[in-house]
């Protein structure tokens, strides 16, 4: 089992910056891949970015060039650092750990973009 914890998210206004943080606790064997979704309001879960063990990356079109996935397989963590952000990434943002046991999900935090 495990369990994910993030943190970070806030109110920022467009052209701002944060940092999502998620950190993996519990019984595993390995983080083959750790990522962000998010879902808007009144949309579906979409994936944001991933980033596996070995240090491929993956990122919505919407969010290349602005957001940052990264990981520090030492502490279990994974980070989404987000740049120039707009209105329209405005979502809760969920943190995700894909293992040999399944996948498991974070509770989600709240990001909102707004003047």
């Known amino acids: 089992q495990v369990q994910l914890v993030e943190s970070g998210g806030g109110l920022v206004q467009p052209g701002g910056s944060l940092r999502l943080s998620c950190v993996a606790s519990?019984?595993?064997?390995?983080?083959?891949?750790m990522g962000w979704y998010r879902q808007p309001p009144g949309k579906e879960r979409e994936l944001v970015a991933s980033a596996t063990t070995g240090g491929s990356t993956n990122y919505a079109d919407s969010v290349k060039g602005r957001f940052t996935i990264s990981r520090d397989n030492a502490k279990s963590t994974v980070y989404l650092q987000m740049n120039s952000l707009k209105p329209e990434d405005t979502a809760v943002y969920y943190c995700?750990?894909?293992?040999?046991?399944?996948?498991?999900w974070g509770q989600g935090t709240q990001v909102t973009v707004s003047s």
């Open positions: 519990g019984r595993f064997f390995g983080l083959n891949v």
């Open positions: 995700y750990a894909h293992t040999f046991a399944g996948r498991y």
